[in-house]
C-alpha cells in the first residue's frame, strides 16, 4: 500500500517558517517526479513546487524567493521549506508523487493544514 504523509503543518505568524516533510511509503520515490501543491478555501488546488528525479525544480510565480524543495531519495522523503510566509500562503498543503513513465501512477497524500496570521 502506498502512502504519502504529510507533517509539518501549523499557525504561524506572517513573516514566519515552515518546514513540510513527506514521507513516503510503498513507493521508492527516487523516479518519481514530487510536488507540493496547495488548496485554499473557495480555490482549485494548484502547484506549489515540484522536482524532477534530476533534481530540477520548478515554482509557482508567487512562492519563487521564499519556498525551496529538496528531496532526500535515501529517507524516501520531500521537503518543503517555506519562508516569508504570508496570509496568502494560508491553505491546504499536499504532497504529489508523479510517474516519468506511461502507464504508471499518480499518488496524493492527505494534506497538511498552514494557517498563516497577520
Known amino acids: 500500500q502506498v502512502q504519502l504523509v504529510e507533517s509539518g503543518g501549523g499557525l504561524v505568524q506572517a513573516g514566519g517558517s515552515l518546514r513540510l516533510s513527506c514521507a513516503s511509503s510503498?513507493?521508492?520515490?527516487?523516479?518519481?517526479?514530487m510536488g507540493w501543491y496547495r488548496q485554499a478555501p473557495g480555490k482549485q488546488r494548484g502547484l506549489v513546487a515540484d522536482?524532477?528525479?534530476?533534481?530540477?525544480?520548478n515554482y509557482e510565480d508567487s512562492v519563487k524567493g521564499r519556498f525551496t524543495i529538496s528531496r532526500d531519495n535515501a529517507k524516501n522523503t520531500v521537503y518543503l521549506q517555506m519562508n516569508n510566509l504570508k496570509p496568502e500562503d494560508t491553505a491546504v498543503y499536499y504532497c504529489?508523487?508523479?510517474?516519468?513513465?506511461?502507464?504508471?501512477?499518480?499518488?496524493w497524500g492527505k494534506g497538511t493544514l498552514v494557517t498563516v496570521s497577520s
Open positions: 504529489n508523487a508523479k510517474p516519468l513513465w506511461v502507464g504508471g501512477m499518480e499518488y
Open positions: 522536482i524532477h528525479s534530476d533534481g530540477k525544480t
Open positions: 510503498g513507493i521508492i520515490i527516487r523516479p518519481y517526479g
